[in-house]
């Protein structure tokens, strides 16, 4: 049985993706789950998180988001059946590859897959629909009425924060990055309320946000990033610099941050303070890291598959990569942080 797994380059060198052979323990642990993978996302791998919080391996497996069916049950395992379709995210800290054939996966990080939704739709889109129902509803706590900014609204993350929060009853705005994205974006429906295009230079984001809101700013934005300085790559300069983000803040109003090295200095706070306004760091990974709270974390993800099976939230279609292409795949999303793939096994 054949994974992925990288190599963690030394220093700044760039990390490899190789295909490993791996296999399975003959006896299946009380609480874990045998599932035969069918689909399974690839998202960018977070070195520095997984250095940080202490595991170190000289392989790390790839590929965390899968969906498939139950093969074999452990004798604790009390909420799943063989033949039953699941979704999921592995833990950090999982010996397993999602490109696995088949995987053990405790029984708390899983939840039972709709009838009508996709293997191959619910393991591409999962993660960025938990990022976005983190940041609205732990962290933002939006309600009807509210008024949101989302910075690249037509990224994956994204399009999932615009659909749940208009279902929510949010006023939504947003901003595009190239001119397809615009028009995009003005056919999504249920529609938002403006979206503005920065491709342009993000000199036009203040002004357009204070004239639709009659100068009170937004309760919530979510941002993919921010520009910390003024000498930034080509791709970084379609991001808002964080004075703006500030300034685009209403009255008691609440930043929700992808950056995970933002910099805020005496006077940044001192306009927060003036706000009343909050910060938030996203970090999506606190839910598998942490068992504080795994009752939630799984009415979340039972939510979050319930939603896509209703129609409430559609991500954009994932075309399946094969498997003999998951090296090559997973290099190019590991260099262009906001793309994705799904693998279909």
Known sequence: MKGLFCRPG???AEPKFLIQETTLPDVLGGHLVRVQVKACGLSPLDLKLLDDIGIQRDLIPVGREVAGVVLQVGAQVSFFHPEDEVVGIL????????????IDIDEQYLVQKPEKL??????GALRDALCAYTALHTHARMAAGHTLLVMDGASSFG????QLACYHGVKVFTTSHSPQEHVFLEQLRPSVAKVISVFNGPSDLLPAVLEETGGLGVDIVIDSGVRLNEEESEEAKLLPHKHDVINVLGVGGHWVTTQK??????PDCRSLYLKSASLS??????????SAQQGRYLHILKDIVGKMSAGVLRPQPEEAVPLYEATVAMETIQRHQKKKAVIKL
């Open 159 to 162: 399009l999932m924060c615009i």
């Open 10 to 12: 030394a220093s700044d």
């Open 91 to 102: 833990p950090l800290d999982s010996p397993y590859s999602g490109l696995c054939g088949a």
């Open 118 to 123: 996709s293997l191959v739709c619910a393991a």
């Open 281 to 290: 760091f996203l970090n999506h990974e606190v839910w598998t890291t942490s």
């Open 261 to 266: 090295d933002l910099q805020l200095d005496p």
